[in-house]
C-alpha cells in the first residue's frame, strides 16, 4: 500500500444472535436473528423486538407457531419467506439485555464447540474485528480479521488513510446458489451505512488517482452498490442485494482483501468476477497444493482489479 491509498473496512459487530430453545411440543428448535437492525427499530417503535430469522427445526414452522427459551423469552412465528421466518419475541425484561445474556455466537458450522468443555478463546470477543463497533451482524467480516491495532496504526503512520462503513452481514452472503443458471439466483438484502466523511475520502482519493482497497467482500459490494456511473461514493443508508458475478464492471474498488471461500458460493463469483475465472482456479490450485487455510480463521489473499 502506498501513502495516499485507502483501505476501506467494514465496522460490523456480531451479536449472539442464536437462540436455543423448544417448541410447543418440546421439541428442539434453534432460532438465529438475520436482521438484528430491523429488530431494534421495531423494538422501539412497537414495543416489540420483530426480525427476521433462520429457524432450525424438524419442521418449517407455520404461523401462530410458538417457541419457548430461557428466562421467560418467548417468540411467534408472523410469517414464512424465502428460507426465513418473522419471529415477534417476548419477554419481561429488556429482550437486548436478555439476548446478551443467554444468545450465543453464531459460529459457523465448521467451527466446533464441546457444549462440556471449555472453549479454548472468548467467541464474542474472538470472532470479531478490532474495530468492530456497530452491533448487527450474524457472521464477521473475515477479511478484517487479520488486522490488529498494531497493524493499523502501522498503516495510518505510513499515510494509508483507514475509513469504516457497516455492512451487517447476514443470510444473504451466506444463502447458497441453487439455480442452474446464476444469473436467477437472488441476494437477500443486508443492511448497511456510509457517512459523509468515508464518501468523501474514497471520492477524494479516487479524483486524485489513489486506489481504494477494500477490506472483505462486504465492503466491496457495498461500495459498488452505492456508487454511480463514474464510480464516486454517495453516503447514506439502505439495504444492499448487489450479487457480484463474472460479467461485472467494477466502478469502485481497485484491490480486495479477502479469505479463500467454499465452492459454489456467490463470495467465489465475486473474487472470479474481479479477477478472471482462470486464474482464480490458479490462486486456489496454489492456495490447496500450499494447504493454506481456508475460511474465518484461514489465510487471505490481495487481489487487483484488471480496471
Given amino acids: 500500500m502506498k501513502p495516499g491509498d485507502v483501505l476501506v473496512v467494514n465496522d460490523t459487530a456480531v451479536i449472539p444472535g442464536r437462540l436455543e430453545g423448544k417448541k410447543e411440543t418440546g421439541g428442539k428448535v434453534e432460532v438465529l436473528i438475520s436482521d438484528f437492525v430491523g429488530g431494534l427499530r421495531s423494538n422501539r417503535e412497537n414495543g416489540h423486538f420483530v426480525s427476521e430469522c433462520i429457524v432450525k427445526a424438524s419442521k418449517r414452522p407455520k404461523s401462530g407457531t410458538r417457541f419457548y427459551f430461557e428466562e421467560g423469552l418467548s417468540a411467534e412465528v408472523l410469517k414464512s419467506g424465502n428460507g426465513t421466518q418473522t419471529l415477534r419475541f417476548y419477554s419481561e425484561s429488556d429482550f437486548i439485555s436478555l439476548l446478551y445474556r443467554i444468545g450465543k455466537v453464531p459460529l459457523p458450522p465448521y467451527i466446533k464447540r464441546d457444549a462440556e468443555q471449555a472453549t479454548p478463546c472468548n467467541d464474542m470477543t474472538s470472532y470479531q474485528t478490532v474495530y468492530a463497533s456497530s452491533e448487527g451482524a450474524i ?34 452472503t451466506f ?9 436467477s439466483h437472488k441476494m437477500h438484502s443486508e443492511r448497511f451505512s456510509i457517512s459523509e466523511q468515508t464518501a468523501e475520502a474514497i471520492n477524494t482519493a479516487r479524483a486524485g488517482g489513489k486506489r481504494v482497497i477494500a477490506v472483505g467482500t462486504t465492503s466491496m459490494r457495498t461500495l459498488e452498490y452505492t456508487s454511480d456511473a463514474k464510480g464516486f461514493v454517495k453516503a447514506g443508508s439502505g439495504s444492499c442485494d448487489l450479487f457480484i458475478f463474472p460479467g461485472y464492471r467494477f466502478k469502485v474498488v481497485d484491490s480486495l482483501l479477502t479469505n479463500f471461500h467454499l465452492p459454489k458460493s456467490t463470495l467465489m463469483m465475486l473474487v472470479s468476477a474481479l479477477m478472471g475465472i482462470e486464474r482464480i482456479r490458479a490462486i486456489y490450485a496454489h492456495a490447496v497444493a500450499a494447504r493454506y487455510r481456508f475460511f474465518s480463521y484461514g489465510d487471505a489473499m490481495l487481489v487487483r482489479s484488471p480496471r
Fill in 175 to 183: 444463502s447458497p446458489v441453487r439455480v442452474d443458471d446464476i444469473r
Fill in 139 to 172: 457472521a464477521a467480516p473475515t477479511a478484517g480479521l487479520h488486522f490488529t491495532k498494531a497493524l493499523l496504526n502501522q498503516l495510518s503512520a505510513s499515510g494509508i488513510k483507514i475509513v469504516p462503513l457497516t455492512l451487517h452481514v447476514g443470510y444473504g
